[in-house]
């Protein structure tokens, strides 16, 4: 197939799925034409090395990307998002008709950025099908200095308008099918298709002697959080926990974040001395911390936009074959439950999530590898690059047929008429 990808982010930026998803098409023999931005996540300014201008291309085998202009301040404020939004909208109206052109499907990677631009795309491109890939809803606020919700009510009409106008959906937690179903979608045209992870760096692997050195103590129970300390993991609830079991286990976290000196400042206070505190690490150093852990923990709070995400870190500790730790509600407790690939909780209750520390810590080794053994399974047989491009790649397919027969039915009755 011709297939053209729409996406606001692109590597070297951290958009790992759209990013693989385009190498592995063009892999399998597919021509691929993506068209992004410049490189400027998550800081706001254009990456070294690079000047945004109109005419920039790379080619590599069965895969081009072009790259359009688009506001870049540092502004991290919605007003500045905004802007950004709607400049790369217009770049890729201006653009796109051509680059698109002849293409069998379009491949939509649509967070909330990417919705003024696959508008403004598709009312030129016309009859092509479209494919969205929809990795959240969005539940942004308005700037603080306005209270009617204009912007945030633009943004829902122009992500419900590409919803209601694709040929399939791709949603990346169950419950997203509910929201996506919500705004007047036909269900059968929305389909699951779960995150993959780096499998070439997330990997079972064995814990050399610098890493267990770095995350354990003594024959203790380690839980480690690896990733962000911010408002949406509410680690305050892990800390609490774990002070409520000093002598059964330890609590590791791994990372750094802007709720960071917060958490660190409650294990002072609860005199937490089995909370401990590692600096972000390499994502390369990570499946050896994994593995001298003993489970890996994953805190999402108690919001109705996180009940619809599976973060990241889960598939990268079921990748890797880690035993889970779940303090989250919605889809990824449900995941945990469902490949018995470790335990959870309610989000934000310190105590259920002590009772799971307590659990955790009591289960004996080898239980704890057949839980990290059948995560593993579970995410190669569900979650993987080839099993979620196979679904992709379906669902393009399927578009491409469908957008064929649709044209050549219009074409054959102009021609009787």
């Not at 109109?54 to 072009?66: C, N």
């Not at 990417?114 to 990795?135: D, E, I, K, N």
Request: proline share 6%; with cysteine.
């Amino acid at each position: 197939m011709r297939i053209g990808i729409l996406t606001y982010h692109f590597p070297p930026e951290p958009a790992f799925i759209p990013g693989s998803l385009a190498v592995e098409l063009a892999a399998r023999g597919h021509e691929v034409r993506v068209l992004t931005g410049f490189p400027d996540y998550p800081g706001g300014h254009v990456y070294p090395g690079w000047r945004q201008r109109w005419r920039h291309e790379t080619h590599s085998r069965g895969l081009t990307v072009r790259r359009v202009p688009r506001y870049s301040t540092g502004d991290g404020g919605v007003r500045g998002r905004m802007a950004s939004w709607l400049s790369f909208a217009g770049s890729a109206a201006l653009v796109g008709r051509r680059y698109f052109a002849g293409v069998d499907v379009l491949y939509v990677h649509q967070p909330p950025a990417t919705a003024f631009a696959s508008v403004a795309l598709l009312r030129r491109l016309g009859r092509v099908p479209v494919v969205l890939h929809v990795p959240d809803v969005w539940a942004e606020q308005a700037p603080a200095d306005t209270d009617d919700g204009r912007w945030a009510a633009r943004v829902r009409a122009a992500m419900t308008r590409t919803y209601q106008s694709a040929a399939a959906i791709a949603v990346t937690a169950p419950s997203l099918r509910d929201a996506v179903v919500a705004v007047g979608t036909d269900p059968d045209r929305v389909r699951t298709v779960l995150n993959w992870t780096d499998e070439r760096i997330f990997r079972p692997a064995t814990a050399s002697a610098s890493a267990r050195n770095l995350v354990r103590r003594d024959e203790r129970c380690v839980v480690m959080h690896a990733g962000t300390i911010g408002f949406r993991q509410g680690l305050e609830t892990a800390v609490r926990a774990a002070a409520a079991l000093d002598r059964t286990m330890d609590l590791v976290l791994v990372g750094s974040g802007a709720d960071e000196r917060r958490v660190r400042g409650l294990a002072e206070e609860l005199r937490a001395d089995n909370v401990r505190f590692v600096d972000r690490r390499s994502p390369l150093d990570m499946p050896e911390l994994y593995a001298a852990a003993d489970y890996q923990l994953v805190m999402l709070r108690d919001l109705p936009a996180l009940r619809s995400t599976v973060p990241g870190k889960l598939q990268a500790a079921l990748s890797c074959a880690a035993p889970v730790v779940a303090s989250a509600g919605g889809d990824t407790a449900a995941l945990v439950e469902r490949t018995r690939a470790g335990l959870s909780c309610p989000p934000e209750d310190w105590a259920s999530l002590a009772d799971r520390f307590w659990l955790a810590a009591t289960i004996p080794p080898p239980a704890r590898l057949d839980m990290g053994r059948r995560g593993r399974a579970a995410y190669l047989r569900d979650m993987s690059l080839p099993a979620g491009v196979d679904r992709i790649e379906q669902l393009l397919r399927e578009a491409a047929d469908a957008g064929s027969g649709r044209k050549v039915s219009s074409e054959r009755e102009s021609h009787i008429a």
